[in-house]
């Protein structure tokens, strides 16, 4: 049966994207993802028209994907639980845990992947969401929190918790997986303590 153009696209950003997430971006290489589906090199390129048109769009795609999945996973446990901090680390954890975009997240930073301005639209979306919440906590206080210190709250909390995903295992020597996440998840749970001390504390 005869691929439709959107199908073959498809299937080709599929196998790169397992590719991408397995050796990263300069790992990509046309023959490999071709071989993967079961296409030509030709074929591919004129789907993509270069290599790095393949590597642009499958990273748009997962970038796109992790955006869709952190969001997705806040909004069911902010509308679902009393503690938004806690929430927040853990939809945070959830996303990039095993299985999940910390891997691809650690290839792009390493391969020096510029940004594009929808690659940060779903970190400042978190972000401003706190922002609201901690405004609303604050008006009893009869003053107004500053949206950077927020900001720079929500990425510490982001890198701390993607760090984890990445390097907590290797840090503190685990060898055991089911001590390592227990251990993560009391990290998890220590560190929104703090941040919820510090968004809500400060006077």
């Known amino acids: 049966m005869r691929r439709s153009a959107d199908d073959a696209r498809a299937e080709i950003l599929d196998a790169a994207e397992k590719r991408l997430q397995a050796v990263g971006p300069a790992g990509i290489r046309l023959q490999d993802v071709a071989a993967d589906v079961g296409v030509s090199h030709p074929t591919v390129l004129h789907h993509f028209g270069s290599r ?61 992947h510029q940004p594009t301005r929808a690659d940060g639209a779903g970190f400042d979306a978190i972000a401003r969401a706190s922002y609201e919440l901690r405004k609303s906590r604050w008006k009893s206080k009869g003053k107004v929190p500053d949206f950077e210190d927020t900001y720079f709250v929500v990425m510490l909390a982001a890198l701390a ?16 997986a089911k001590a390592s996440a227990q ?17 809500e504390g400060d006077d």
């Open 183 to 199: 251990t993560s998840i009391r990290f998890r749970k220590w560190l929104s303590a703090l941040v919820k001390s510090h968004l």
């Open 52 to 112: 790095e048109a393949l590597v642009q769009s499958v990273i748009e795609r997962r970038v796109g994907g992790l955006e869709r999945d952190l969001l997705a996973e806040m909004a069911m446990r902010l509308g679902a639980e009393e503690d938004p901090v806690g929430s927040m680390i853990e939809s945070v954890a959830r996303t990039l845990g095993p299985g999940g975009h910390a891997r691809v997240v650690a290839w792009l930073a390493l391969a020096g």
């Open 161 to 176: 918790v993607f760090g984890d995903a990445i390097a907590g295992p290797l840090f503190r020597g685990d060898v055991d």
